[in-house]
Structure formats: C-alpha cells, structure tokens
C-alpha cells in the first residue's frame, strides 16, 4: 500500500509538510502500519507498536542528518523492532545514554539540506525492493544503507519480562528432546547449517547494528584466526583453523557463548541463606559442595571473595537435576559467572563504572559455559569441558607422571602440522593422557622450550567424545600460546615466583610456567609410559557412537552416566540462552557438579578443600599435606 501523506500517523505540527511529501512514495505490505517520529522517543514507539498488534510495522524516526526507515517488524519472526535498533546502535558505540532508553534523542548536527529530496528518491526505490523482514534503510547525504536487525533480549519495546520465580513458584520440570546427530555424535545434524560459509555473517555481521559488528582475521598468526566483535559479549570470540572460511562462523559462536555468562533472561532469587531455603523445603545445592576457600584465602589482602555458611545471604538462580529434571536452585555466582553483587540486574552497570577490584562470594570462570544447537548439545559440551578442567587440576595437583602419546600414532593431517609448527619454535611437545575417574578423553598438551630458557613451558588441554579431536583442540590452543610474542614483564612473574600470591588472574599462571624456575613443577607429570593414541583411549570413538544411537540425548546420558561412575551423581543444568541465542536456533548452557573441582584463576581464589574426589586424588602424592591452596596451576 501506499502511504498517503494524511494517512501518517504523526500531528501534522510535528511533521512538517516538507516530510510528508518526502515518505509519499513510501509503501508498506497490505495490512500492516506504519509510524513516523522526529528523533527517538520511547513512549511513542512504544504506543505505535502496540497499536500495530500482530500486524507488520514499519517505524520511521527523522534526525537532523538522516532518516531510518523500519526495521520492519513482522511477527513470528526474529526481526527487530526500532527499540532493538536503538538498543544496538547505543551499544555498538557505548552511548553514554544506553541504560536510559526513555531519554528522547536527536544527533547533534545541523539540518542537512535536500535531505527531503534524498529522502523522496530513496524511498521510491523501495518499491523496486521492499524491506525484508528486519531490514532497515539508512538515508543520509553520505548515501544510503539497508541494514538487517534482529531482536535483542534487552529491547524496551519487544523483549519479555524475566518472569518472577520465587523459591515458592520454581519453574516446571526439564523436557529433554531426541536431536539426531550427523557423523559427530555430539552434534546435532541441524546445527551444521550454521558452519555453512557466510550463513552465519549474512545473518548477524553488520558494522552498525550488529549484534556482530565485525568479523575479522588475522593475518599474522600461523594459521587461520578469526575474531569477532559482539558488544554484549564480555570478550571477542576466537577460532583457529585451517581456513578462515572454516573460523569465521566457529568466531562468531564463540562470541555469543561469552554473552551467556550474565543471567539476562534468568530470574534471581535475591537475599536469601541456604539455611532459610532448606527450612522452606526448597530444593537447592548446598554452597559448600562446590568447593570452600580456607580462612587464609578470605582473609588474604588478595582476595576477593568470601567465606559461605548456612547462614551467608547470596542470590540464587534455578536448573534443573539432569537426574530427575525438576528445578533446585543454586548460587547465582555458580550458574552465571558474570554475576555481580555491586549491580545484580544491571548488566551494564559494571562496564559502565569501570572494573574496580570486584567481591564475590565465588570466583568462577567460563569453565563450563557451552553452545550449542539445542539445549542437549550444549548440556553434553559443558559436561565435556568440566571433565578436561577437572581431569587437568586433578593431574596437576598429583603431579605424578601421566602416560604420554607417541606422536608417530598420530594420523589426523592438521594436528601433525600444528605439531610441526611448535616444534619449529623450539619446543618439544608433551601429549599427555590426563583422563582420570571422569573416563571421557582429555590430553595435556605441554610444550617444553628445548632451544631457550625462557620461556620454559607452555600448557593446554583437550577434550571430546573423539581423542583426535579432543587432541587437535588442545594443539590448536598450544600453538596459539607458543607463537604469541611475549608482551610482557618477566620481573613480575618473578615476583610471583617467590610469592604466589600475586597470581591474580588467569594470564599470571601461563606467565608464571614460562619462568625457567617453575619448569620442574610443570615436568612433574613426565615419565609416564609411551602409548599410541588409540592405546591411550581404547574404543573410542565407538564408546560414544554406540551409546548415542544417532541421538545427542543418547550422548549427553552416556556422559552423564560416566559422571556417576565417578561418584559425582548430581549434575544441575543452568539454562543460560537468551533471546538471541535462541532466535538463531542456539543454546547455552552450563552444568554445575557439585564436588567437581573448579577451574579459578588468582591463588586467593582457588576452591579446593571439601572436594573429596580431590582428597582421594592426593592421597600418597607430594601434595597429600600441603595446605591448600597448593601451587598455582598453569591452565591458561
């Protein structure tokens, strides 16, 4: 349909004439609306889109210097509306406005001459080439752009409420679904059209809007790397493989995992004590069987967090038992690792007033956090992740020799290069068998500088429900770290020799296993016997094939029996998606175990005493009377 100049739904003082005849060539689908407001302005965003109802509609809002026509909003799909546009430009840019959508903008700039005319000429290409759903058209006199918005989960117009659940209402039970896999028995068949090339950067890259706003390589590392730039996320996401074709979706998916870590659409459970929950019958996880710092750690300058007990007054978030699926809660720290008592809701609010020494009740990390193409996959990856981090403290800690893996029985083509490009630096390359009660293959890759003193060593780690690729991700980590130039102080590391409390964060660990002094503490699980890499893990793959039945449940249920085998029985799954993630038929997910050992970084952080497994690990091994928190572990 046409839109005629009296048919604009905006007072004609607010619109002067000159307007009207420029949106006269305007047309929008039969049926839908459209509506027309000089800057941004909430309230009547807000009012036009609910007067469109289920009806397509297309939102047009006048600035100084350019005009933007829609996104056209259409029901039932994942198109944005002009509160997601705005929501995206404020943070593309970190507007200083961007946790006060209601503030009526206007750019800055004088008026444009001919942008009326500009504005009547483009606008009548659009009946040439309508707006898809989503789209948006850029006018301004430095030209014209469409541009595809997608629905963001924060949008003041279009996002759900996060509904209230209090420990009296808990959410309804889990529903697990059949996904049959493709030749990867922990991928879901349909999950593959996303690794198509471009399908992934048609969808989601765009320089203005995002939510991704680049997509980029880099041309100077060994291999094809791949970085991508989504402002929500905490960090880029990274990739590494042997095409940039190959990176450049596996980049992107990484980003939206490292959006996952804040409870966007998660509702918190807030102020209350595990003592106050268990006498209210509410099913929850005991703070303790997540691990406990000593008195020293809490009371270490260098500390920041805190010792819990019953009676410890924290904010909870709800899973769900992968036994029995009904909901428990957990600490909000354990589900969602980005939580931050100075801000709870406000996600924003920690970025915005800057990263000032920061006090949690728990330090966590991304250990754990997964994505994937159904909850299910993203359950099982969390659950093949934890293993690794657990399998590799465990080993650490021990630090009694592991069986190594004669790189002769490697047959996969990439990972003998990825070999070879270390070893060309200097190092002799260490492929460790670090599986431990957790039976899922996990290898330590530890490169031993045999050219230089400094740096001395370098570690990574692996895992998955094939050894080859379980061994191929933990290479392509080491190779990252052992050609990355060394951009920084070896006097502080050094300090952190001598003292261990000054590890802090995670790069102080890989900084301080560089050090010719710690090597021996690395080399530690040397020694072990030479074994082929299908010695080191007998029947696998086939374990995991046989016991999926061409369905990633049928896997996640095979991990997750291997979990109780190891006396680690309860598993509590945190759904971490948001409305993002979903819209592009993804999940997140991160599963909580109690009793597992956590990967923390900082040595006042480290979670080690109540972890009977960890106890029973130590027994008769160096570390057995040591106290905790033992020696800072080189995981990068």
């Known amino acids: 349909m046409t839109v005629a100049p009296d048919a604009l739904p905006v007072p004609h003082e607010a619109l002067p004439e000159e307007w009207r005849w420029a949106l006269e060539p305007l047309r929008v689908p039969a049926g839908g609306s459209v509506s027309v407001t000089v800057g941004w302005q909430l309230d ?15 939102s047009i809002r006048i600035h100084e210097d350019e005009v933007l026509v829609g996104p056209l909003r259409v029901p039932g799909t994942d198109s944005g509306c002009a509160g997601c546009a705005e929501v995206r430009t404020r943070v593309a840019v970190q507007h200083p406005l961007m946790g006060d959508l209601g503030a009526a903008t206007a750019r800055v700039a004088p ?56 420990p009296h209402a808990p959410p309804p039970p889990l529903v697990l ?10 991928r879901a068949a349909e999950g593959s059209r996303l690794l198509r090339r471009d399908a992934l950067r048609r969808r989601v890259v765009d320089p203005r809007f995002g939510p991704v706003l680049a997509a980029q390589r880099e041309h100077l590392a060994p291999f094809a790397m791949s970085m991508a730039v989504l402002p929500d996320a905490i960090a880029m996401g990274y990739a590494r493989e042997s095409s940039f074709a ?30 106050e929950l268990v006498a209210a019958g509410v099913e929850t996880v005991a703070p303790a069987a997540f691990g406990e710092y000593t008195q020293e750690q809490a009371a270490h300058p260098a500390a920041r967090i805190a010792q819990v007990t019953e009676t410890t007054r924290m904010d909870w978030v709800w899973g769900h038992d992968l036994d029995t699926r009904q909901p428990a809660l957990i600490p909000a720290e354990i589900g969602f690792y980005q939580y931050d008592y100075r801000y709870r809701g406000d996600h924003r609010g920690a970025r915005r007033h800057g990263a000032a020494p920061r006090q949690h009740l728990y330090q966590e990390s991304s250990s754990g956090c997964a994505l994937g193409s ?9 659950l093949l992740e934890l293993a690794e981090r657990d399998a590799f403290l465990l080993s650490f800690h021990r630090a009694a020799p592991l069986p190594e893996i004669v790189h002769a029985s490697i047959d996969d083509r990439v990972s003998r290069r990825l070999l070879e490009l270390i070893e060309s630096r200097g190092f002799r390359v260490h492929l460790l068998r670090a599986t431990q009660d957790i039976d899922v293959p996990v290898v330590w890759a530890l490169a031993v500088n045999g050219r230089e003193v400094f740096p001395a060593t370098f570690t990574a780690a692996g895992s998955g429900l094939d050894p080859r690729s379980a061994l191929r991700g933990a290479l392509w980590e080491l190779g990252q770290i052992v050609t990355d130039p060394l951009g920084w102080d070896r006097a502080e590391a050094e300090r952190m020799l001598e003292d261990p409390w000054l590890v802090d964060e995670l790069d102080h660990h890989i900084r301080l296993y560089a050090l010719p002094e710690a090597r021996e503490r690395a080399t530690a699980v040397l020694g072990g016997p030479r074994v082929a890499l299908d010695e080191a893990f007998p029947d696998w793959p086939g374990r995991a094939v046989r016991a999926a039945r061409g369905e990633v449940r049928g896997a996640l249920d095979f991990v997750r029996g291997l979990y109780a085998q190891a006396g680690l029985d309860r598993i509590v799954l ?8 979903t819209d592009l038929g993804l999940a997140a997910a991160k599963a909580t175990v109690p009793g597992i050992v956590p990967m923390c970084f ?6 080690l005493t109540g972890l009977p497994r960890l106890t029973a690990a130590l027994a008769g091994t160096p570390s057995e009377h040591r106290p905790v928190p033992y020696d800072p572990h080189p995981f990068p």
């Open 374 to 382: 159904s909850l299910e996959e993203a359950a099982l990856h969390s």
């Open 246 to 275: 190959a990176a450049d979706p596996i980049a992107i998916l990484e980003a939206y995992e490292r959006m996952s870590g804040f409870p966007y659409q998660a509702p918190v459970v807030a102020d209350l004590t595990h003592a």
């Open 111 to 166: 008026r444009r001459p001919f942008l009326p005319e500009l504005v009547r000429a483009a606008v009548a290409q659009l009946a040439e080439r309508p707006l898809l759903p989503g789209e948006l058209y850029a006018i301004g006199d430095r030209g014209v752009r469409r541009h595809r918005v997608v629905r963001h989960f924060d949008c003041p117009l279009c996002a759900p409420k996060v509904p209230d659940r209090p």
């Open 44 to 58: 009547r965003e807000r009012e036009q889109l609910l007067a469109a109802g289920d009806r397509e509609h297309l």
């Open 177 to 186: 679904h059949e996904r049959p896999t493709g030749d990867n028995p922990g």
């Open 602 to 607: 900082g040595h006042a952080q480290q979670r």
């Open 574 to 581: 945190v759904d971490q998606s948001t409305r993002d993630h």
